[in-house]
Each structure stands twice: as structure tokens, then as C-alpha cells.
């Protein structure tokens, strides 16, 4: 029987509600439940996929190729479920759908309404492409009282109700602030809240409370008498160090226990040692490296959310804490600021789109590359650090990203063809932005004896994708003879996936995303292999 538990957020938004998810979805998957977890979010864009990186944060990346909110990231990163396009869903899609099935006259001549029409869409979205799980827990994306949400909240109502209280669950995350002048958590905007849950006709079942200290018992009793909720179904969700410490103390706090008593089930217990020991690497690191991510987003830190989880994965597997310096790429443009870089023992290039900063990022490039400092380049990374060794190497004077416009040495230039499951995707200029990037996993094979052949330890690969340019094959010899070669490939042999530099101690570029893949309990080689190698970079300087 696959029960549902539906998690919606109150009172102010960025309280963590993925996070509170993923760690819910956490600790039933160590009671021995099969998860899976989804984000229904009341926005109007089909997928995150053409908003930008300062508005939404990271685009996270399915093995099926689909661009979901950063979320899903938390979700695979906590359980280790592969997410699937199947677990995100938007006002836009569900929108896109109902229109679509009205334009082929199947509503049989009916008037389009958001109930039934819409809420019965999102309705199927819950239900639909389930695979014998024990849980699936919905998270509503926003914040109850927006207008977007209504939709999706009668959804979900209407879902309680069918479903029936042995089968769902309402857990509702909210803030108890803390007001200096009077000295005391506020419990009433909690009680606003779920008074705006309550006028939709959802009673929540229990409240997860963010606070930044310890909440006393006789407010958690107030919390519970004005929501209508028991004192036990009120759990403290205090502020802690590192988000892997989430589990732990919401199951210290009894959320578990609370979730397995409403459905009535007796659950087996559980065993949190392999938290308990990623908590503690985490906060008691052997030593520290600094490593420089030479972005264009670094001013949202949520736009390269699986980076740096990624990061902290690769810190895992060695002991040691990775701090990061965040460097706005296009201060190396006007030369002099590589002083920035002196002193951190690895530059990581991640993913962007367009021209501005990219000279910055070429900049970082060489800079990486002519002092030997471990470099590890991430799709636009890794074509930016193209773009340097052919200027700067191959004396490629013209080289650049058909991205920037028209070139003369199309170094990078848009791929107009390849191939996905035996079929054959096309794209031209024209084409629709949204969606139409090589997207998901795709396949590659590494050539022996190169420096990713032996990180990896095996020939085929898999990892997932997200750009529309490629580097451009024409130029691979004129590269290799400068000493940046080729070394992973598309198993039809066409398109590059990787480029190292086998004369440097590590110089790796990859046109897919390893950190969406990594996991605390099973961190990507590539990303343990790069702090390995800036820690001895860090016992050099
Ligand atoms: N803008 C580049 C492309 O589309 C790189 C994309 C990325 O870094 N994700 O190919």
C-alpha cells in the first residue's frame, strides 16, 4: 500500500522545505520503506529550465533528461532514488497538458475549469508512475497564501480525502521567529498559517517548527492547542551545522515516529550510524583545502547548489573540509586580480551559458594550467579551457564559442546533431530554447591509460547532460599536439566528452555534470580524485 504524505511550507519562504523532505524521505528509507519523493511547483514556466540562475537557483538534471528544480537534488543526494521526469511537475505542464487534451476535444465539448479539470491533472501527476512504493511524499513548492498554490493545494485536499487518513498525511513546515524585544519565540504567525491551510479545508497533521533555538515546551503546547494539532505532532526543527545533520536531529525530535504512529505502523527501527559518520567527517575534518569556483552566478550560492554539495562529497572521501572562494569570473578581465587565486589549491570552471565573464573564466584557465594548479572544468569549464589552450598554445588567435556569435576559429560551436536511445535529435538556431539542450545521461568511453581512465576505473561511463555547443572535433590534433587531448568520447567516437592534460598534475575538463550524481555516501571519483589532488597541491604552497 503506498501511503502519501504531502509537505507544504508556511510563514516565510527558504525555511528548507527540500531539505525537511529529503531528510523525512531519509529516515523511512532507513526504517526499510521504499521512497520516492516529488515538488509540485505552482509556477507558470513548463520547467526551470529557461529561467535564470539568480531567479531559481541550479536546473537539476534527471538520468531522463528532464530540467527540474533544485530540489530533486536534495532528494536523490539524501536517498540515493534516481529522480525521474516523472517527479516534478509545474503549473505549466499541467496547464500545457489540459489545454493540449481540449484542443483534441477529449473533454467531449465541457467547460474548462481549474476544479475539476486542473486539480484532477495534478490529481493524476500524483498518482501516476508509481513503482510499489511504500511512500511518496510531495513536497508543494512556495509558500501557503500565494495564489499560485491554490490549485495545487485543493489537489491535494481533494487527495486526502480520497485517499483517507490511513493513506495521507499533511505535514506543514513553518517558522517560530525569535523577537529580541520580548525575548521569546513567536508562535502566532504559525498560527496564521495554518489557519490559511485550514480555510483551503486541509488540517495538517503535524507541524515541523524551524526556530533558531531550543523551543519551550509550554510554546510547543500552544503551537498545539491553536492548530489543532497534538503537543507531539508539534517538532522542534532546530537550525544545525551541516544539512546532513537533518535527519538526525528530526528523528532526535521524533518525526519518524510521529509519521509511522499517524498511518498506525508499527515500524522496525532504524539505523543512522552511516549519518552519524558523514556528520562527523563533515564537522571534524582532518584538514581544509581552498578551492576557487570561477563562476558568473557566484552571487547565489543556490545556483551551483550540487556543486558544492559535490564538493563536500569529494571532502568526505578525503577527511579534509573544503572551503570555497567564490570569484565573479569577470574580475579577472581586467588582469591583476589573479592575486585571487595565489593561494587556493584547485579552480574549478563550472557551467554557464553566454559570453559575459567567459574571457574571466579563460583567464582562470590559464592561469590553472600555466601554474600547474589542479583544474577541474565543468561543461562551460571545460570549453572555456579549450578555447585558452587553442589561443594560448596552438596560437589560435580567432578561437572562441559560436555561443558569442560568429567566429573565425569555431573552437565550440553548436551541435546540430547526435544521437539519444538510436534516434537522431536534430537542432538549428532557430530552434525553441526550452527543453532542447542534449539533456540527461548519455554514454561515453575513455581512452586507456588517461588520467580519467584511471580515476574512473572503467572504460564506460555514464553522466548526465545539459548544453546545446560542443567542442569542436576538427581541432582535436591541433590540440593533442599542444598537449590537451581528447580522452573520453561518445561511443560512436563524434562527439568529445573529455579533454585532460596529461603533462599536468590534474587538468580535467568534462562537457557533462559529475555533481549531479555525486552522493554523500558515494561521492563522484572525479570530484574525490580533484580535492585528493589539491590536497597535495595545498602541501606544495
Ligand atoms: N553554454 C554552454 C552550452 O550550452 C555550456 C552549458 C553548461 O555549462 N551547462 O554548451
Known amino acids: 500500500m503506498t501511503r502519501f504524505i504531502f509537505i507544504t511550507g508556511g510563514v516565510v519562504s527558504s525555511l528548507g522545505k527540500g531539505l525537511a523532505s529529503a531528510a523525512l524521505g531519509a529516515l523511512l528509507q532507513a526504517r526499510g520503506f521504499k521512497v520516492r519523493l516529488r515538488k509540485l511547483d505552482p509556477y507558470i514556466n513548463v ?112 487527495l486526502g480525502n480520497e485517499l483517507g487518513r490511513e ?48 523551543i519551550p515546551e509550554s510554546e510547543r503546547r500552544k503551537v498545539a492547542l491553536f492548530c489543532n494539532v497534538r503537543t507531539e505532532a508539534v517538532v522542534p526543527a532546530l537550525d544545525v551545522e551541516t544539512i546532513y545533520q537533518v535527519p538526525l536531529t528530526y528523528h532526535e525530535q521524533g518525526l519518524d515516529s510521529e509519521v509511522c504512529r499517524h498511518f498506525g505502523i508499527d515500524a522496525p527501527g532504524l539505523n543512522l550510524t552511516g549519518w552519524s559518520d558523514i556528520v562527523r567527517r563533515v564537522l571534524a575534518p582532518e584538514g581544509e583545502v581552498a578551492i576557487a569556483i570561477v563562476g558568473k552566478y557566484t552571487g547565489l550560492h543556490d545556483a551551483y547548489k550540487s556543486l558544492t554539495e559535490a564538493l563536500t562529497h569529494g571532502g568526505i572521501a578525503n577527511n579534509v573540509r573544503v572551503n570555497v572562494k567564490w570569484l565573479e569570473s569577470e574580475i579577472f578581465e581586467n588582469g591583476g586580480a589573479v592575486t585571487h587565486l595565489e593561494d587556493v589549491h584547485g579552480i574549478l570552471v563550472p557551467g554557464g551559458f553566454g559570453e559575459r565573464g567567459s574571457e574571466g573564466k579563460i583567464h582562470a584557465a590559464r592561469f590553472a594550467r600555466e601554474r600547474r594548479v589542479p583544474y577541474f572544468g565543468i561543461c562551460f569549464g571545460m570549453q572555456m579551457a579549450v578555447i ?8 589560435i588567435s580567432g578561437a572562441s564559442s559560436t555561443e ?49 581512465r584511471g580515476i574512473y576505473g572503467e572504460a564506460a561511463i555514464s553522466e548526465r547532460h545539459r548544453h546545446r555547443y560542443e567542442v569542436n ?64 597541491q595545498s602541501r606544495l604552497v
Request: net charge negative; aromatic share 8%.
Open 404 to 452: 558569442f556569435g560568429p567566429c573565425t576559429d569555431e573552437l565550440v560551436g553548436l551541435m546540430t546533431e547526435w544521437e539519444k536511445g538510436g534516434i537522431k535529435e536534430t537542432r538549428s538556431e532557430g530552434s525553441d530554447k526550452g527543453g532542447t539542450m542534449r539533456l540527461g545521461a548519455y554514454p561515453a568511453r575513455l581512452n586507456d591509460n588517461s588520467h580519467v
Open 388 to 395: 585558452e589552450a587553442a589561443r594560448n598554445l596552438a596560437g
Open 167 to 214: 493513506r495521507s498525511m499533511f505535514v506543514h513546515l513553518t517558522l517560530l521567529p525569535y523577537v529580541a524585544a520580548a525575548g521569546e519565540l513567536k508562535t502566532k504567525p504559525t498560527q496564521h498559517s495554518v489557519k490559511e491551510l485550514q480555510s483551503v479545508g486541509i488540517q495538517p497533521d503535524l507541524l515541523l517548527c524551524r526556530a533558531d533555538r531550543p
Open 473 to 536: 572535433p576538427a581541432y582535436e590534433e591541433a590540440l593533442a599536439k599542444v598537449g590537451m587531448v581528447v580522452s573520453g568520447k561518445s561511443p560512436d567516437g563524434v562527439l568529445p566528452e573529455i579533454i585532460e592534460i596529461p603533462d599536468h598534475p590534474w587538468f580535467i575538463g568534462v562537457q557533462f555534470h559529475p555533481e549531479l550524481k555525486s552522493r554523500p555516501f558515494d561521492p563522484h571519483p572525479l570530484f574525490t580524485d580533484f580535492i585528493r589532488a589539491a590536497v597535495e
Open 47 to 158: 520547467d526551470p529550465g529557461t529561467m535564470s540562475p539568480y531567479q531559481h537557483g541550479e536546473v537539476y538534471v534527471t538520468e531522463d533528461g528532464a530540467e527540474t528544480d533544485l530540489d530533486l537534488g536534495h532528494y536523490e543526494r539524501f536517498t540515493g532514488v534516481d529522480a525521474r521526469r516523472t517527479d516534478n511537475v509545474t503549473t505549466g505542464q499541467i496547464y500545457s497538458k489540459v489545454i493540449a487534451k481540449e484542443r483534441r476535444g477529449e473533454y467531449l465539448g465541457a467547460t474548462i475549469q481549474v476544479i475539476p479539470h486542473i486539480t484532477d491533472a495534478i490529481k493524476e501527476f500524483v498518482l501516476s508512475d508509481l513503482d510499489g512504493e511504500d511512500f511518496v511524499l510531495c513536497e508543494i513548492g512556495g509558500t501557503v497564501g500565494d495564489i499560485e498554490g491554490l490549485p495545487f493545494l485543493e489537489a491535494i485536499r481533494q
